[in-house]
């Protein structure tokens, strides 16, 4: 779309652009096509575009990808892209505010990419909510003023280092690709913007860490980043003791530490048992036969490396919206590294019984002490779920969950609908075993749930 189309779409729409919602369209059509090439989009892709407003961006990738769903704040214009889109089915318009969209039906149509022209005052908030880990994207490119991608690569030591430098580059590799100048836009504004693109973070190039407590524990000394980060960190933790063991000086302030010191403050910080053990090889498991009668202990390695009958738990926890948390398994575990599984799951000790089990598996991965439990299945062992005799439980819990880093990458609850239309689109995404947990789950629980 050149100038002259643009400005008539904005015409006929009645829209006046809006200084407060960050209306600056895109009406260099060379740029625009330049940007898109950027997201290096297949056939395969669900593309999501976050503000189209009036598709100088969205033209260039509809004949593209498998899927495009648009994200628009202003009405005008998301009613505006239905109408052009109309004979297009593979094109889907939401009049949303794209900082409080829900990604989570993105995760059955991955591949996803994600692509944005986004307003200043709230791009952060956007790119929070589609890329915080865990998300389903996989790939980004996005234009925001020059001023506010500075601050995303920032390095410590420069100026414009902070809290956004941090919560970006925890998870991705940010890199500017190019400056656009002002008049490229309509209206123009006062200061160029950037292209920047952002592809994920090697998970495994930094140690295992809880992302919601680093947020919070930068939050709160970026809060006044002038002091001393240890007034403002928790005092249960000797911070001299930490400070000498990571090699940080006592006295640093929060925008001297390097993202890889913040991940290791972190881990000093949590308080979890079992924040950096993925699984323990030498435990002692019972080793029973087709009738789940015991015969002999080994430990967890003999068990997993010859594939002998063993018992396990599964518990599916919903909350009062009737969603049902799932797990993202953590990439250092040996068995089902990355993939998504039960809200809980776990082995039974020796001579532990099932019931007690599950509850010291939900306190040790969820942080769930005090709910009641649902016995709604055993399932006997197959190669598919790794040989065990498992127990299946649900459970009700509407409260906060805390995880060991190590073993979980994210808890997030999920809708049983969606839950069932991305296993059926991408069964591979999913421990071998959940399936056959779900598909019991359902049956027992009802649709409601």
Sequence with gaps: MNA??????????GVTPSKSMGQNFLVDENIARWIVSQLEITPEDCVVEVG???????????????????????????????????????????????????PRPLFAERPVKFMGNLPYSAGGAILANFLTSPCAV??????LQKEFIDRILAQPGDEAY??????????????????????????????????????????????????????????????QRRKQMHKQLPEQTEWKEVAARLGISPTARPEELGLEEWVNVTNAYDPHPLAAVPQKDDELLDVVDEQNQVLRQATRKE????????????????NKNHDCLLQQRSLLKDRHPGVWDSSAAGHLDTGEDYETAARRELEE?????????????????????????????AALYNGKVHFPAAEISGVIPFPAALIDTWLERRPQDFACSFAECWKIARTMLGNEE
Aim: glycine content about 4%.
């Design 365 to 393: 991965e969820l942080g769930i002490t005090d709910t009641r439990l649902l016995h709604l299945a055993d399932l006997p062992p197959t190669p598919g779920n790794g040989m065990e005799h498992v127990a299946l439980y």
């Design 4 to 13: 002259t189309q643009i400005h008539q779409v904005l015409e006929n729409t």
């Design 162 to 223: 902070g809290l956004l430098s941090l919560r970006m580059q925890m998870d991705w590799i940010p890199k500017a690709l190019k400056t656009v100048p002002p008049e490229a836009f309509s209206p123009r504004p006062k200061i160029d913007s950037t292209v920047m693109l952002l592809t994920p973070r090697d998970p495994l190039s930094l140690p295992a860490f809880d992302h919601k407590l680093m947020d919070e524990l930068m939050r709160r000394c970026f809060a």
């Design 52 to 102: 189209p407003g009036t598709g100088a961006l969205t033209e260039h990738m509809a004949p593209l990808c498998r899927k495009l769903i648009l994200v628009e704040f202003d009405a005008r214009l998301a009613e505006y892209q239905r109408q052009r889109w109309a004979d297009c089915p593979h094109v889907t318009v939401h009049h949303a505010d794209g900082a409080s969209w829900d």
């Design 138 to 143: 996989e790939r980004a490119v996005v234009m």
């Design 303 to 318: 068990i997993h490396d010859t594939g002998l009958m063993h018992r396990a738990v599964h518990i599916l926890v919903f």
